[in-house]
């Protein structure tokens, strides 16, 4: 790319169609100007999560028409902002959720969505934890609200949410059984938790070996038929916490079929007189009340920052991989072959706001 032209032009990662990870598209545009409210953001990361692996499907629940740009959340650091937004914010980093448009070289947002990121943290190490720790935190601590000394089931253990859930709960004195493919159970054991083979056929019999009267949360992501020992695993007064359908993710038909017919079986369980709890997680739950729903999220990502920054959890970051290269990058993320999250960083000859 012409080096005179490079800050008026960015780069950009385009989802057209329901395509396999080859069919990303690399597009250039012109550089994105803020309006009153807003700034732009150069990137400096942005995470290859469990949405996008659905949306190039076509088979995110609400996903917009294609083409557009994907990218659930980023970091970055802020090159400009609009009217009424403060010009001291320029030079700083922040991060951000966007549900789509984070894959991109520079990003426009509005200033009230930002959560400052601690500057002693890496900006790939802060991504693993923007939408995964809002998720985790939230899910352990707003949802389930599991006590030290209690037991939680968390499937994908070694995923972005599963392996940055763990940390959290194990930080909060709960004890944390994983599941996780054989391969990555040193990993899974590393961060606390008692891992167990998620493909075992005995596996409601394991778990019960080592909770014999239940656990006080589960953590699901896979949904599916799956869900239902899940359910069954929990003791009276525990909580199945459901936030995804992963083993529907390569079925054909509606995107939100599976996402429906999992919500009514959860609302229906609700109703049984057993004490057992069923909560489907949506982290846009609450968007309406935009106050209060920015309020909740950067008390909620402030406070996995802060244990980040201090040590106490640590960043799983699975590869880090430039922009232009998003379709290895999806390759990876689906292999099932790493712990933690696959980041997207900026190409080097573009630096971190496609502006070098």
């Known amino acids: ?39 732009v953001l150069g990137l400096e990361a942005s995470g290859v999560s469990f949405a996008e692996q659905q949306m190039r499907r076509g088979k995110y629940y609400d996903q917009p028409p294609f083409p557009f740009v994907p990218g659930y959340d980023l970091v970055g650091v802020v090159l400009r902002v609009g009217v009424g937004v403060d010009t001291a914010l320029i030079g700083r980093r922040f991060a951000a959720l966007t549900k789509v448009g984070g894959w991109a070289g520079q990003v426009v947002l509005p200033v009230a969505g930002l959560v400052e ?28 609200k599991v006590r030290a ?4 089931l968390v499937h994908g253990a070694n995923g972005g949410v599963g392996s940055t859930l763990v940390q959290l709960a194990t930080h909060a004195g709960i004890r944390v059984i994983g599941t996780a493919s054989p391969r990555h159970h040193d990993a899974v054991r590393s961060l606390g938790a008692t891992p167990l083979d998620y493909r075992a056929a005995d596996l409601p019999a394991r778990v019960r070996e080592l909770a014999p009267d239940g656990v006080d949360a589960v953590f699901d992501h896979v949904g599916g038929d799956g869900i239902v020992d899940s359910f069954r695993l929990l003791k009276r007064g525990g909580t199945l916490v459901s936030y995804g359908t992963a083993a529907t993710k390569n079925d054909v038909g509606s995107s939100r079929l599976p996402v429906l017919k999992l919500i009514g079986r959860l609302f229906l369980w609700k109703l049984l007189p057993n004490g057992r709890r069923t ?7 609450g968007k309406r009340r935009s106050d209060a729903f920015h309020d909740r999220l950067r008390t909620d990502l402030g406070r996995v920052f802060a244990l980040l920054a201090d040590g106490t959890i640590t960043a799983q970051v699975a590869a880090r991989i430039p922009l232009s290269q998003a379709a290895e990058a999806m390759r990876l993320a689906e292999s099932g072959t790493v712990t933690g999250k696959v980041i997207l960083v900026p190409d080097p000859a573009q630096g971190g706001s496609d502006a070098s």
């Open 1 to 39: 790319m012409d080096t005179e032209t490079v800050a008026d032009v960015v780069t950009e990662v385009v989802l057209p169609g329901v395509v396999e990870p080859s069919g990303l598209e690399i597009r250039v545009r012109p550089a994105p100007q803020p309006t009153a409210g807003e700034v």
């Open 117 to 144: 990121v601690p500057g002693e943290l890496d900006a790939a190490d802060a991504e693993t934890v923007v939408v995964n720790g809002i998720t985790a935190w939230q899910m352990l601590h707003r949802i389930s």
């Open 149 to 152: 000394g209690q037991t939680v």
């Open 279 to 285: 909560h489907f997680y949506n982290i846009w739950a």
